[in-house]
């Protein structure tokens, strides 16, 4: 199964560039799909210490062929669902 391309991610993203997330920590293999009109992700990094959100955002930087700086979490630090902002997506 392949990853969602950069175009099909921004997509998802609102107007203001905010794009909602699903994870899953400390998967087997990390992934990326788009499942109930957001982007699921899975990362093997366990869900302490906020080390998840940190893969998470490195993760979607890497999709999205951007540096991290330029994805915002705007909330959810402690929680599965998370909504990020892209920098450059509004």
Not at 12 to 25: Q, T, Y
Not at 64 to 74: A, D, K
Request: hydrophobic letters at 45%; zero cysteines; proline letters at 6%.
């Amino acid at each position: 199964m392949s990853n969602p391309s950069p175009q099909e991610i921004r997509a998802l993203a609102d107007a203001g560039g905010v794009l909602v997330l699903r994870v899953v920590p400390g998967a087997k293999v990390e992934r990326a799909a788009i499942a109930n009109g957001g982007l699921k992700l899975w990362t093997r990094t366990a869900p302490e210490d906020g080390k998840a959100t940190k893969a998470v955002l490195a993760q979607l930087a890497g999709l999205l062929g951007i540096p991290v700086r330029e994805v915002e979490l705007v909330s959810g630090a402690t929680s599965r669902d998370k909504r990020v902002r892209i920098a450059d997506a509004a």
